[in-house]
C-alpha cells in the first residue's frame, strides 16, 4: 500500500452537532456549558493525551472567575482538587547573590492573588472532565485530531483522527487502523498554544491579519515533595531577574500546594537574542540561588515538563471564527502576561462560544460563522482582563526587565486608575523566530554543570516527564528543508533547536572518524510536545504534527 493508497482508503465517519478539539480548560468548558444548555446536543472531545490531563502543564493559581459561571457550586464539590487557596503572596526580585521582596502595595489590585487557588491544573482538567462525561459529552482521550475536514464550499466541518499503525517510513504495519471523520455542525478548536491545526486555520482563513504577531514563552516546571518544616501552604512566590540578563525576558514561579508538594517553574519568553541560551539551564540555574536553593534541599523531584504560553495578549488575538468553528482559550491566545494566568480566560471563553454555538444551532443555523463570539470577547472579562495589561510585554520587550518593568507597571497602573495608557496601545515588532542574533555577535552562555541536588541534566529530567511514542511511526517533527539545520542554522546561529528544546530531542552529531558530515539528529520519542520548536526555529523549518494518539508526556498532576 502506498502513501497515496493510505489516504484515499476511506474512513469510518460519526456525525455530532459540536466536536471538541482538546481536552484543556476551555475544550472541557465548553463540552459542560453546551450540555447545560441543552442536553439534547452531541458533543464529542478528542485529546490527543494518553488520558485527561496527561498533557496538561500549567502553575498554576487559577482566578475562580471561570468556574463561578461554569459551575457555581464547585466549592461544595468534595472532588474538586481545588483545595488551597492563596494565603502569602510574594513578588521578588533576584541578583546573583541576593534578593528584594517588592512591597504588593507597588501593584495595582488586579495583580493580587487575593482569593486565588493553587492546583495542578492536569487535575482540575480530569475533575472537569467526569462533569463533562455526567452530562453525556463523549470524551475519546489518546485521539489525536490530525486532520482538517472542509466542505464544498471551504467551511470547516469536522475533523478526522490521525491513522494508527503507520512506520516510519509512512507504510502500514500489522494492526494499521486508518483514522476516524468526526463531522459536526461546528467544530471548536482548544489545542492551547501554539494548536498545529489552529496554525493551519489561522493561515487558510488569514485570522491573523491586521493583528500583531502572535508571542509565546516557554515555561519548564518540575514538582517537587519538600521537607515538611520548609512547606508553607498557599504561599506563593514570583521573581524576575537572575539568572537571566536584563534584555531577557522571563521569571520564575513557585507554589507551595497540598501534601508538602511545591510546584516550581521558569518561563524564558521566546523574543531571547542570544541563540547560546538555553531555558533549562537558566530553570536549573535558577534552582541553586541562596535565597532559593533551600527550599528544594531534602526534597524530592517527583515530575518534570515544559509547555510553550502564549504572551501575545490583547493585540496578538487572531480573528477567532471562521465558516464552521471557532478557536477557545490559549489555542486564540487569551493569557494575561503579568498575571501568568490564561486558565480562568480558557474557561470563559470556552463558555462564550458555547452560548453561541447552542445560539446559532437553536437558529437551525450551521457550519456559518459564530459572530456573536468574535464580537463579544473584546466587551466581556476576557477583554477587560487582557486590555488593561496590553503594553506590559512590549515594554518589557523594549525597554528590558528594569526600565520595561517600570514602565509596565505605571501603565497598569493608569490603565486601572483611569482606564487609559499613556502609550495608548505598543507593537509586539518581530515575532519570535526573528529575534535571533548571530552567533558570532554574541557572548556565549556558559552554564554550571548540574550538582543532582537542586539542579539536574537534560536526560533525567525528561525521564521525570514520562514521555512515551512508539518508535516506529512517521516523525511528527518535520522539516520543510533537511539541509537547513547544519547549513544554515548550525553556522549561523549554532543550530538553537540543541538548546531550546526541553526535552533533548535535537542533536547535532558532529563528524569524527566513522561520520564524514555533520548531522542534525531528531530524538522524536523524548519530546513533550511544548511546540517551542515551531515557534523559535530561526528558519521556520521544523512544522510539529500530531504523533500518533496517546504519544507523549504522561504528566500526572502538572
Ligand atoms: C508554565 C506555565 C505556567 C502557567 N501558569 C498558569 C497559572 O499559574 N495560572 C493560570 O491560570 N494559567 C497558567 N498558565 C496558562 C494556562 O496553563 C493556559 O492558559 C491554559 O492551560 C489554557 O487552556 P487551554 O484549554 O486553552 O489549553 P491547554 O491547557 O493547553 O489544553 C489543550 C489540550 O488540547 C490537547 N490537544 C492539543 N492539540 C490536540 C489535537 N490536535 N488533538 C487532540 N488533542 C489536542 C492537549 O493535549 C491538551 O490536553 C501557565 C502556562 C504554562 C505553560
Ligand atoms: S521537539 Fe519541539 S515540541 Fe518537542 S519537546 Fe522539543 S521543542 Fe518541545
Redesign the pocket.
Given at each position: 500500500m502506498t502513501t497515496d493508497d493510505i489516504q484515499s482508503a476511506p474512513r469510518d465517519s460519526m456525525e455530532f452537532d459540536v466536536v471538541i478539539?482538546?481536552?484543556?480548560?476551555?475544550?472541557?468548558?465548553a463540552a459542560i456549558r453546551i450540555k447545560q444548555s441543552d442536553p439534547a446536543l452531541s458533543v464529542v472531545v478528542?485529546?490527543?493525551?494518553s488520558e485527561?490531563?496527561?498533557?496538561?502543564?500549567?502553575?498554576?493559581?487559577?482566578?475562580p472567575i471561570g468556574l463561578d459561571r461554569l459551575l457555581p457550586d464547585w466549592r461544595a464539590d468534595k472532588d474538586a482538587p481545588i483545595k488551597t487557596e492563596v494565603t502569602e503572596d510574594h513578588f521578588v526580585f533576584l541578583g546573583p547573590a541576593g534578593s528584594i521582596t517588592l512591597p504588593n502595595a507597588l501593584f495595582p489590585k488586579f495583580m493580587g492573588n487575593h482569593g486565588n487557588y493553587i492546583v495542578s491544573?492536569g487535575n482540575v482538567?480530569r475533575w472537569l472532565a467526569t462533569h463533562a462525561e455526567a452530562l453525556g459529552v463523549e470524551i475519546y482521550p489518546g485521539?489525536?485530531?490530525?486532520e482538517i475536514l472542509y466542505g464544498e464550499k471551504g467551511e470547516v466541518v469536522g475533523?478526522a483522527?490521525g491513522d494508527m499503525g503507520l512506520a516510519k517510513d509512512g507504510t502500514p504495519k500489522a494492526g494499521f487502523a486508518r483514522g476516524m471523520e468526526l463531522r459536526a455542525k461546528y467544530t471548536l478548536?482548544?489545542?492551547?498554544?501554539r494548536?498545529?491545526?489552529?496554525k493551519t486555520l489561522i493561515k487558510n482563513f488569514h485570522l491573523d491579519e491586521g493583528r500583531e504577531p502572535p508571542k509565546f514563552?516557554?515555561?519548564?516546571?518540575e514538582l517537587w515533595q519538600i521537607d515538611p518544616a520548609k512547606h508553607r501552604q498557599g504561599l506563593i512566590q514570583h521573581s524576575f531577574g537572575w539568572p537571566l540578563d536584563s534584555q531577557t525576558g522571563g521569571g520564575s514561579?513557585l507554589?507551595h500546594l497540598e501534601d508538602n508538594q511545591v510546584a516550581v517553574?521558569f518561563?524564558v519568553h521566546l523574543n531571547y537574542k542570544n541563540p547560546t541560551l538555553s531555558p533549562f539551564d537558566e530553570f536549573q540555574r535558577f534552582k541553586t540561588h541562596p535565597s532559593i536553593r533551600d527550599t528544594f534541599e531534602g526534597g524530592k523531584r517527583l515530575a518534570y515538563g515544559?509547555?510553550?504560553?502564549?504572551e501575545g495578549g490583547w493585540q496578538s488575538v487572531p480573528k477567532l471564527v471562521f465558516p464552521g468553528g471557532a478557536l477557545?482559550?490559549?489555542?486564540?491566545g487569551?493569557?494575561?502576561v503579568p498575571?501568568?494566568?490564561?486558565?480562568?480566560?480558557?474557561?470563559l471563553?470556552?463558555i462564550q462560544a458555547a452560548d453561541s454555538v447552542v445560539n446559532a444551532l437553536h437558529e437551525g443555523r450551521q457550519n456559518d460563522e459564530l459572530v456573536g463570539y468574535e464580537i463579544g470577547w473584546r466587551y466581556s472579562a476576557i477583554g477587560k482582563d487582557l486590555f488593561r495589561v496590553r503594553n506590559v510585554k512590549p515594554l518589557w520587550s523594549k525597554f528590558g526587565t528594569y526600565l520595561g518593568l517600570a514602565l509596565g507597571g505605571l501603565d497598569m497602573w493608569a490603565n486601572q486608575l483611569f482606564g487609559w495608557s499613556p502609550f495608548g496601545t505598543l507593537s509586539h515588532g518581530k515575532p519570535d523566530h526573528a529575534t535571533l542574533l548571530p552567533l558570532a555577535s554574541v557572548k556565549p552562555i556558559t552554564y554550571p554543570k548540574p550538582d543532582g541536588v537542586v539542579s539536574f541534566d537534560k536526560l533525567s529530567s525528561v525521564f521525570l516527564a514520562s514521555t512515551n511514542h512508539e518508535e516506529d511511526q512517521p516523525v511528527h517533527l518535520r522539516l520543510a528543508d533537511a539541509q537547513i539545520p547544519i547549513a544554515k542554522n548550525l553556522p549561523k546561529f549554532g543550530e538553537p533547536a540543541r538548546l531550546y528544546c526541553p526535552a533533548g530531542v535535537y542533536e547535532v552529531v558532529h563528524a569524527s572518524d566513522g561520520q564524514p558530515h555533520d548531522r542534525f539528529v531528531i530524538n522524536a520519542q523524548n519530546c513533550v510536545?511544548?511546540k517551542t520548536c515551531d515557534i523559535k526555529d530561526p528558519a521556520q523549518n521544523i512544522t510539529w504534527v500530531?504523533p500518533e494518539?496517546g504519544g507523549?508526556p504522561n504528566y500526572p498532576n502538572m
Open positions: 478539539v482538546g481536552a484543556g480548560p476551555a475544550g472541557l468548558a478528542v485529546e490527543k493525551g485527561v490531563g496527561a498533557h496538561i502543564l500549567s502553575g498554576a493559581v487559577i482566578d491544573l482538567c485521539f489525536a485530531a490530525a475533523i483522527t478548536f482548544a489545542e492551547g498554544a494548536g498545529s491545526l489552529t514563552g516557554i515555561g519548564i516546571k514561579f507554589y517553574g518561563v515544559a509547555r510553550a504560553i502564549t477557545i482559550g490559549c489555542a486564540a487569551f493569557v494575561n498575571r501568568i494566568k490564561g486558565s480562568h480566560n480558557a474557561i471563553s470556552g510536545h511544548c500530531t494518539g507523549g
